[in-house]
T-cell receptor
Framework: DAGVTQSPTHLIKTRGQQVTLRCSPK?????VSWYQQALGQGPQFIFQ???????QRGNFPDRFSGHQFPNYSSELNVNALLLGDSALYLC???????????FGQGTRLTVV | EDQVTQSPEALRLQEGESSSLNCSYT??????LFWYRQDPGKGPEFLFT???AGEEKEKERLKATLTKKESFLHITAPKPEDSATYLC??????????FGPGTRLSVLP
């Protein structure tokens, strides 16, 4: 059983560009959440998707947007990249109504 | 606003030297306190979920406990392979996780 998979694993972008990160949830899971983790800090919640809709959003600007597909996979889009967007982006999947979430290995985004 | 703090920020232990990590939290309507382990450059790996004060969970050399304001992760006779960052998170009415900054544990042989 494949766990949560994310792609790509590493990415380098130039300031002002746009980026799309992808996530496939653990088999059987229907809820996907995205987190941003800066170096040396804990993950910060970006947003959560359930039934193809954004269910909850953290304190992130509108430059961060997402999508969930009918097969429960998800994308995170970031527009107008800033140097401060450099971080490890984590996807977590869970089953609605259950507590624990499983994380992918993350995508390391570097903005230069 | 839900908040999580962890202490110490970093901890160095000799192999076999037991210790505890602390997680203090404030949350509106606790729907779970979670411990994760994270190795460098990787995603967090689930360890435990605790739901109510007095609850305890164990896994190998790790034991997690919960009170109304704190959780402790006790590490008994640690080995070098236990070296990692240990993250504590709470889930309240908001459904999302609120993470602490983590404790970086180094176990020296």
């Amino acid at each position: 059983d494949a766990g949560v998979t994310q792609s790509p694993t590493h990415l380098i972008k130039t300031r002002g560009q746009q980026v799309t990160l992808r996530c496939s949830p653990k088999s059987g899971h229907d809820t996907v959440s995205w987190y941003q983790q800066a170096l040396g800090q804990g993950p910060q919640f970006i947003f959560q998707y359930y039934e193809e809709e954004e269910r909850q959003r953290g304190n992130f600007p509108d430059r961060f947007s997402g999508h969930q597909f009918p097969n429960y996979s998800s994308e995170l889009n970031v527009n107008a990249l800033l140097l401060g967007d450099s971080a490890l982006y984590l996807c977590a999947s869970s089953l609605a109504g259950e507590g624990r979430a499983f994380f992918g290995q993350g995508t390391r985004l570097t903005v230069v | 606003e839900d908040q999580v703090t962890q202490s110490p920020e970093a901890l160095r232990l000799q192999e076999g030297e037991s210790s505890s990590l602390n997680c203090s939290y404030t949350v509106s309507g606790l729907r779970g306190l979670f411990w994760y382990r994270q190795d460098p450059g990787k995603g967090p790996e689930f360890l435990f979920t605790l739901y109510s004060a007095g609850e305890e969970k164990e896994k190998e050399r790790l034991k997690a406990t919960l009170t109304k304001k704190e959780s402790f992760l006790h590490i008994t006779a640690p080995k070098p392979e236990d070296s990692a960052t240990y993250l504590c998170a709470v889930r309240g009415y908001g459904q999302n996780f609120v993470f602490g900054p983590g404790t970086r544990l180094s176990v020296l042989p």
